[in-house]
């Protein structure tokens, strides 16, 4: 389990593994490439700029998780570049110390007529591991990419797959001092995906300095204990996890209401019963059905009314043998997509069962559901055993109304009192 | 010049690197094949054993007076292997950054390392050959001590290559066409030089363009030396001291300007 990286105290306090000051990048735009060449051989600006980054300014000590998060072309993807060090700033500087390692792109230089084994020793001289060094590690690296004899086959007979894990297993082969994910862990089937993110909280717990790149927001939680919102490319917050992931929810609702009062409401897919989506291959851990009880029967186009005053929803999922895994659900408010709870049993602290016919099965009880009337929409999550991987999602996957009498605006009855 | 003084100082620090890259792009060029890296020795040799079969064997042609030797083939061979690496090592540096986008993007390396690599890689290859033509002509003058020169001959045209091979390659990178550009003249080029006809066959009022050439200077040079055994003219020391601090000025005031964006191009 990943520790809070408050509880990490091994490493020596205050040693800065990442100082950046007034960073910035610059794009110029030219009319034409041969624009281009004028301006480097005359030295003109005959170019428009367009500042891909500006003015970010941090400073992570060892052991520290940083979060980075925004919308697409907020600039988070230049900012790892330049501190991964494949592109150059225009402005400010960039302080590291020790090994940083990078997980942008996987399996990149990798020479398709060269076995494994030759790309492993060319691929390591390229981040810094020299022959000698690799002739320790190599073992360990076929290993952990559970290629076996297939290391010293060309590289052109590997499955995509192969290719990333090797590559994975290449670049974190030696532990660095700063290492930077860029949605990584998305690397290859389940099972390597959970030993992906294994390493990386070894890493963690040995008090590498993390910076954490990625659209969920939920693993941005989980992972790091500090938060970077870059907005078109200039820093909107930075600060305790929490706090700048709440400011950039609320930011993302905000932007979705614009979108959803400009466009109609797409037409309702889902109903109350579940409609499975197409399943994913029975060896691979997945949900297996998400179902509402006490759901009325549809009236017309309309989506199934709740007809008990409590809503019980029933997860069933399947995993990998032996596997004990976590299942969520979500409440959102349907076509909004305004979030109005979630509840997970690793949250919860709570042990799902296995039944008899292998599946894992647990219920929740939203009691006396305090939700006004409209319609809402259920999500369900299966996670691994951490909490960190996610196996299974199936996004909206019911929908239910909601009717209460004495409705008043707002969304949800919270317990109060006059006096 | 700092910024020229800075790159060089750190390619050699990763010069364990370079080697590396170097030894890979030959390997990774000749792939597959049954004869591997051998291909690349085997062009240039048979060209220039074809030369001296075709001109000085089955037709036994000779040049007119003045010329540094009367035979065709010995004459044609002395400046064309110099040329074609040249002309090789030009036209992979050239390439090297464009060709090296997808390693650069993904990898915190200096760009630089790539023409230098290329620059190596073709040396690799014509260095010994070059060192070969050495032992085939020195006995013509009882081994004279001018052929001393010919190490710093070499040596001064890897280092031209390198220059201008990382400078064209900047230039490529900000505009492709510049490969077309170079290739043509590189095409041309052996007609603009001493290679194929002795200099002072050249009419007289056309001579200075012979200069516009970077290897007039090496290949009078080297002419001198291989098929007279005498010490370069002073002209064409000067002519290579001109050429480098050229492309040394140009590759300085690239590097300069492209600094935070020469990955981006490519």
């Known amino acids: 389990m990943l520790l809070p990286s408050s509880t990490i105290e091994s490493a020596p306090a205050g040693a800065t593994t990442l100082k950046v000051s007034g960073l910035g990048k610059e794009y110029r735009l030219f009319q034409s490439p041969q624009q281009r060449l004028w301006s480097l051989l005359g030295g003109r600006r005959n170019y428009r700029s367009h500042w891909a980054l500006r003015g970010v300014s941090l400073e992570l000590k060892r052991g520290q998780c940083l979060g980075l998060i925004g919308d697409n072309g907020a600039g988070k993807s230049s900012l790892l570049k330049l501190l991964a060090g494949t592109m150059q700033p225009s402005e400010g500087q960039i302080a590291r110390s020790g090994r940083v390692t990078a997980i942008l792109e996987l399996g990149a230089g990798f020479h398709p007529d060269f076995t494994g084994r030759q790309n492993l020793y060319f691929g390591g001289s390229l981040i810094g591991i020299t022959a000698a060094q690799m002739q320790g590690l190599e073992a360990g690296i076929i290993a952990f990419a559970e290629l076996h004899e297939a290391i010293d086959r060309p590289v052109k007979t590997y499955s995509s797959g192969m290719v990333v894990r090797l590559a994975f297993a290449l670049v974190t082969a030696m532990e660095p001092e700063l290492l930077i994910i860029d949605e990584a862990l998305a690397v290859g089937d389940q099972h390597f995906q959970k030993k992906c993110v294994e390493r990386i909280e070894a890493f963690r717990n040995n008090g590498c300095t993390i910076l954490f790149c990625s659209h969920?927001?939920?693993?941005?939680?989980?992972?790091?204990?500090?938060?970077?919102?870059?907005?078109?490319?200039?820093?909107?917050?930075?600060?305790?996890?929490?706090?700048?992931?709440?400011?950039?929810?609320?930011?993302?609702?905000?932007?979705?209401?614009?979108?959803?009062?400009?466009?109609?409401?797409?037409?309702?897919?889902?109903?109350?019963?579940?409609?499975?989506?197409?399943?994913?291959?029975?060896?691979?851990?997945?949900?297996?059905?998400?179902?509402?009880?006490?759901?009325?029967?549809?009236?017309?186009?309309?989506?199934?009314?709740?007809?008990?005053?409590?809503?019980?929803?029933?997860?069933?999922?399947?995993?990998?043998?032996?596997?004990?895994?976590?299942?969520?659900?979500?409440?959102?408010q349907a076509g909004g997509g305004i979030g109005i709870t979630t509840a997970g049993t690793h949250v919860d602290g709570f042990a799902v069962q296995q039944s008899a016919d292998g599946t894992w099965c647990a219920s929740i009880t939203f009691t006396g559901l305090p939700l006004h009337t409209g319609q809402y929409s259920v999500s369900a999550y299966l996670f691994d055993a951490s909490g960190l991987v996610v196996y299974d999602e199936w996004k909206d996957c019911a929908r239910f109304q909601q009717v209460f009498a004495l409705s008043t605006p707002g969304l949800v009855r919270l317990p109060h009192h006059w006096s | 010049?700092?910024?020229?003084?800075?790159?060089?100082?750190?390619?050699?620090?990763?010069?364990?690197?370079?080697?590396?890259?170097?030894?890979?792009?030959?390997?990774?060029?000749?792939?597959?094949?049954?004869?591997?890296?051998?291909?690349?020795?085997?062009?240039?040799?048979?060209?220039?054993?074809?030369?001296?079969?075709?001109?000085?064997?089955?037709?036994?042609?000779?040049?007119?007076?003045?010329?540094?030797?009367?035979?065709?083939?010995?004459?044609?061979?002395?400046?064309?292997?110099?040329?074609?690496?040249?002309?090789?090592?030009?036209?992979?540096?050239?390439?090297?950054?464009?060709?090296?986008?997808?390693?650069?993007?993904?990898?915190?390396?200096?760009?630089?390392?790539?023409?230098?690599?290329?620059?190596?890689?073709?040396?690799?290859?014509?260095?010994?050959?070059?060192?070969?033509?050495?032992?085939?002509?020195?006995?013509?003058?009882?081994?004279?001590?001018?052929?001393?020169?010919?190490?710093?001959?070499?040596?001064?045209?890897?280092?031209?290559?390198?220059?201008?091979?990382?400078?064209?390659?900047?230039?490529?990178?900000?505009?492709?066409?510049?490969?077309?550009?170079?290739?043509?003249?590189?095409?041309?080029?052996?007609?603009?030089?001493?290679?194929?006809?002795?200099?002072?066959?050249?009419?007289?009022?056309?001579?200075?363009?012979?200069?516009?050439?970077?290897?007039?200077?090496?290949?009078?040079?080297?002419?001198?030396?291989?098929?007279?055994?005498?010490?370069?003219?002073p002209a064409a020391w000067v002519g290579m001291a001109v050429w480098l601090a050229l492309g040394a000025l140009l590759l300085n005031l690239l590097l300069r300007r492209s600094r935070d964006q020469l990955t981006d191009w490519l």
């Open chain 1, 216 to 332: 969920s927001l939920y693993h941005v939680q989980r992972l790091c204990d500090q938060a970077l919102w870059l907005h078109q490319g200039s820093p909107r917050a930075l600060g305790p996890t929490m706090e700048v992931v709440a400011a950039y929810e609320a930011h993302v609702r905000a932007q979705q209401r614009g979108a959803a009062d400009a466009e109609p409401e797409p037409a309702l897919a889902a109903t109350g019963a579940t409609a499975a989506p197409v399943g994913p291959a029975p060896e691979h851990a997945h949900l297996e059905s998400v179902d509402l009880a006490g759901l009325l029967p549809a009236s017309g186009g309309d989506c199934p009314r709740l007809g008990t005053p409590d809503l019980r929803i029933t997860l069933r999922a399947r995993t990998a043998a032996g596997e004990r895994p976590h299942l969520a659900v979500m409440l959102e």
């Open chain 2, 1 to 233: 010049m700092q910024t020229l003084l800075d790159e060089a100082r750190t390619l050699c620090r990763l010069r364990a690197l370079c080697w590396t890259l170097t030894r890979r792009e030959t390997a990774a060029r000749y792939a597959g094949t049954a004869l591997g890296a051998a291909w690349a020795y085997a062009q240039p040799l048979l060209t220039v054993a074809a030369y001296y079969l075709v001109f000085d064997v089955v037709f036994a042609m000779r040049l007119g007076e003045g010329a540094p030797t009367r035979a065709v083939g010995t004459y044609l061979i002395a400046g064309m292997l110099p040329w074609m690496a040249f002309a090789d090592a030009l036209a992979r540096a050239m390439a090297s950054l464009v060709d090296a986008g997808p390693i650069l993007q993904k990898n915190a390396l200096p760009p630089m390392l790539f023409p230098a690599r290329a620059v190596l890689a073709s040396a690799v290859v014509f260095a010994p050959l070059l060192a070969l033509l050495l032992l085939a002509y020195a006995p013509l003058h009882g081994f004279a001590p001018a052929l001393l020169a010919y190490p710093l001959l070499v040596l001064l045209q890897v280092l031209l290559c390198a220059l201008w091979g990382a400078a064209l390659a900047i230039l490529a990178a900000a505009l492709r066409d510049t490969m077309q550009v170079v290739a043509f003249a590189l095409s041309l080029g052996v007609f603009l030089s001493p290679v194929l006809f002795p200099a002072h066959l050249f009419p007289a009022g056309w001579a200075w363009a012979l200069w516009l050439n970077p290897m007039t200077a090496w290949v009078g040079a080297y002419q001198t030396i291989l098929l007279q055994g005498a010490w370069p003219a």
